[in-house]
T-cell receptor, first 110, second 112 residues
């Protein structure tokens, strides 16, 4: 069973601060996706990373896929209250279904 | 922007009853999925569907569950005899090959 461990589980920061959340596994993934989920809603896809070492930017969000394709990070610059939510990473390996981590719940305080 | 839609948004049913959860995936997507999320827990894969048949299913997806694409637009999940532990948010998702999944807003199923 492939597991994705996300850390930290909870993060509360002030508006304007920077933060990084992590997604780690002992398994190699062919691709890894980051989603954001609001309470009572479905996950919303933010990005897919495929190549080891790949870095993708989405405005103030920077996603990195580890060289070995076992881990990923999400860095948010100058966090805003609108960034508040549950950030999920999910990985695909071969023909296995998409596996989700438990998520990092981010709270950005104005 | 196209989106996945799901109905109903909330379904309350008694234990032992059958429920059908409905989804309309994005029109040009070919791969369809059902996931569930028990309150406070992670999103869990149930089943994937491609070319009018199940391509993969998890241990959760036992004989009480079935999926169907009855026409060119709908994708349904049926639970034949609901149990208390089936209470969860059920998410439908769809994508094209190689893309991330696009999730619907979910159906909250409450089994009493």
């Amino acid at each position: 069973t492939q597991l994705l461990e996300q850390s930290p589980q909870f993060l509360s920061i002030q508006e304007g601060e920077n933060l990084t959340v992590y997604c780690n596994s002992s398994s190699v993934f062919s691709s890894l996706q980051w989603y954001r989920q609001e309470p009572g809603e479905g996950p919303v896809l933010l990005v897919t990373v495929v190549t080891g070492g790949e870095v993708k930017k989405l405005k103030r969000l920077t996603f990195q896929f580890g060289d070995a394709r076992k881990d990923s990070s999400l860095h948010i610059t100058a966090a805003q209250p609108g960034d508040t939510g549950l950030y999920l990473c999910a990985g695909i390996s071969g023909n296995t279904p998409l596996v989700f981590g438990k998520g990092t719940r981010l709270s950005v305080i104005a | 922007e196209p989106e996945v839609t799901q109905t109903p948004s909330h379904q309350v049913t008694q234990m032992g009853q059958e429920v059908i959860l409905r989804c309309v995936p994005i029109s040009n997507h070919l791969y369809f999925y059902w996931y569930r999320q028990i309150l406070g827990q992670k999103v869990e894969f149930l089943v994937s569907f491609y070319n009018n048949e199940i391509s993969e299913k998890s241990e959760i997806f036992d004989d009480q569950f079935s999926v169907e694409r009855p026409d060119g637009s709908n994708f349904t999940l049926k639970i034949r005899s609901t149990k208390l532990e089936d209470s969860a948010m059920y998410f439908c998702a769809s994508n094209r090959l190689g893309q991330g999944r696009y999730f619907g807003p979910g159906t909250r199923l409450t089994v009493t």
